[in-house]
Structure formats: structure tokens, C-alpha cells
């Protein structure tokens, strides 16, 4: 990464359906109490759009802007148009967040990256456990044991793993 305030990345790794978000809402209030300012990168394999049809910012964006910021008082959203031949870059999307509002970046998706991963994991997926291992994952949340020399959290534990990412931040 090119940023000079480089925030750590943490991949949330795991089989679709295994409840990835699902423990993210969970976790990220109790970072939050922990005085952790958490961004999510989330990754989806579907076209998205945020804008609404009819909209103002909707109708520029279709006219032609490449970039187009919504603000108001709240909060505000830049969309970016990219090129359907462009891959998706993690570093650059990690260095568009604020330093001053973020000490974390979760990302959710991303397999392939060469970052730090919690590998989540439940039996039930009757799948491979070693399919969603990789060199870069450093602890493991499971509903069950795995066969594996990594820390091993449990999976149903929000607040545990909470503890664990904040901990595993400190160290950085």
C-alpha cells in the first residue's frame, strides 16, 4: 500500500452461507466498546448499485461522471465507475478510508489476498475445512474442532472473537 497511515487489514474468510456478516454485525459493536474504529470492505460477486433511478446523483452518474460524491449533514458516499475489464484492487480501496476515523479494516471476501484471515468454519457445511485454509489464515472459528495448529475460536462467540481481533491489533 502506498498510504503513509497504513490501517491494518483483517480477512473474514469462509464458505458462502457459513455466516460471515452475520458474525460481523455482532463483533463490530463489541470492537466499537473497545474504542475501535472498524471500515468493511465487503466484496460481492453480483452488479451493485447504491444509487436509486430518478434520483439527481443517479441521472449525473448516468450522463457520464466518473466520480460522484452524495453528502449530507450524516454522512457521505462516492461512487466510483470502473471498467468491467478493471480487477478489484484491495490496496486501493483500503487506502481510500480516513486513518483518523479508522483502526481496522475488516474485509469480508477477498480469498485470494495476501492478508491476515480468520477462517470461519462451521461442521454443518458437510465441505472441506482445508478448501478455505490458506498460509495467510492465523486463527480458526469453528462450531467444532479442526484439525489444525492454529488458535482455535469459537465460532458462536462474538464476544471471543471480538477479543481476539482486538488483542491481535494491539500486537501490530
Not at 464458505?15 to 470492537?31: A, M, R
Not at 471500515?39 to 466518473?66: C, E, W
Not at 458516499?77 to 480516513?98: G, K
Request: aromatic fraction near 6%; charge should be neutral; proline fraction near 4%.
Amino acid at each position: 500500500m502506498t498510504n503513509k497511515n497504513v490501517i491494518p487489514l483483517l480477512g473474514i474468510t469462509a464458505y458462502s452461507g457459513t455466516g460471515k456478516t452475520t458474525l460481523l454485525k455482532k463483533v463490530i459493536p463489541l470492537l466499537a466498546k473497545k474504542n475501535i474504529q472498524v471500515g468493511i470492505i465487503k466484496h460481492t460477486h453480483h452488479d451493485m448499485d447504491i444509487d436509486k433511478p430518478n434520483k439527481d446523483s443517479y441521472q449525473l452518474r448516468q450522463a457520464g461522471a466518473k466520480q460522484t460524491l452524495i453528502a449530507c449533514q450524516q454522512r457521505w458516499a462516492l461512487m466510483t465507475e470502473t471498467s468491467n475489464n478493471t480487477a478489484l484492487d484491495l490496496a486501493y480501496l483500503a487506502n481510500q478510508f480516513d486513518p483518523q476515523q479508522t483502526d481496522l479494516i475488516l474485509v469480508e471476501g477477498f480469498k485470494e489476498e495476501s492478508i491476515p484471515k480468520i477462517a470461519l468454519y462451521r461442521a454443518t457445511s458437510n465441505r472441506p475445512f482445508l478448501d478455505i485454509m490458506d498460509q495467510h489464515v492465523i486463527a480458526v472459528a469453528s462450531d467444532d474442532k479442526q484439525a489444525t495448529q492454529l488458535l482455535q475460536l469459537d465460532i458462536n462467540s462474538p464476544e471471543q472473537i471480538a477479543d481476539y481481533i482486538a488483542n491481535w491489533l494491539t500486537d501490530k
